[in-house]
């Protein structure tokens, strides 16, 4: 079965870095395009980075461009998001999720880690 | 392209009919989504394509519409449908999100 576990999140002061992992199984990662969305405490979802099957293209919302990388690790079926230069709007629940479509891009998620939750805070 | 849902919050019994809307600040075709997300819980894909139903999801639950205007219909309301509703827009990137309606008893 599909299966996305995040980690790596935790308490950072603001102009820190952190890194977050999506170990992922149950298919092959280079199979499908991958995604972080985030979701603020109390707040609803937002779509912060993508990655596409091939892993080739990447793309960001326009609040974290520049200051947030995705990347991923075929051999260790691992997601990353490099976090760096945090504010504390980059508060929230940090969740991978997989795009629907195996061997393209559909840009919708069928399945979703339980999060980790970030708090930028001095 | 900024995704509006409305109402924000929907009071409703169950055994109801209910009906949530989301409107697109521009034309996003049918490239739509639907999730629902109940406490504590991950988001979970319910519509995608404005009206097409994901594996597992129950026939109750419909989505329409085209180009700025979507509907998500629940036929009738069961308890475990008590949730908050999210609809995806994914014509063009960014990606982005309603902000979502709450429904509650």
């Known amino acids: 079965q599909v299966q996305l576990v995040e980690s790596g999140g935790g308490v950072v002061q603001p102009g820190r870095s952190l890194r977050l992992s999506c170990a992922t199984s149950?298919?092959?990662?280079?199979?499908?395009?991958m995604h972080w969305v985030r979701q603020a405490p109390g707040k609803g979802l937002d779509w912060v980075a993508g990655?596409?099957?091939?892993?080739?293209?990447?793309y960001y919302s326009e609040s974290v461009k520049g200051r947030f990388t995705i990347s991923r690790d075929i051999s260790k079926s691992t997601l990353y998001l490099q976090m760096n230069s945090l504010i504390p709007e980059d508060t929230a629940l940090y969740y991978c999720?997989?795009?629907?479509?195996?061997?393209?891009?559909?840009?919708?998620?069928?399945?979703w880690g339980q999060g980790t939750l970030i708090t930028v805070s001095s | 392209i900024v995704m509006t849902q409305s109402p924000a919050t929907l009071s409703v019994s169950p055994g109801e009919r209910v009906t949530l809307s989301c409107r697109a600040s521009?034309?996003?075709?049918?490239?739509l989504a639907w999730y629902q997300q109940k406490p504590g819980q991950t988001p979970r894909l319910l519509i995608y394509?404005?009206?097409t139903r994901a594996t597992g999801i129950p026939a109750r639950f419909g989505g329409s519409g085209s180009a700025t205007e979507f509907t998500l219909t629940i036929s009738t309301l069961q308890s475990e449908d008590f949730a908050v509703y999210y609809c995806?827009?994914?014509?063009?990137?960014?990606?982005?999100f309603g902000g979502g309606t709450k429904v509650e008893i």
């Open positions: 995806q827009q994914y014509s063009n990137r960014p990606l982005t």
């Open positions: 521009q034309s996003v075709s049918s490239d």
């Open positions: 394509g404005a009206s």
């Open positions: 149950g298919f092959i990662l280079s199979s499908y395009d």
């Open positions: 990655m596409s099957f091939e892993g080739d293209t990447k």
């Open positions: 999720a997989r795009d629907r479509c195996s061997g393209g891009t559909c840009d919708y998620f069928d399945y």
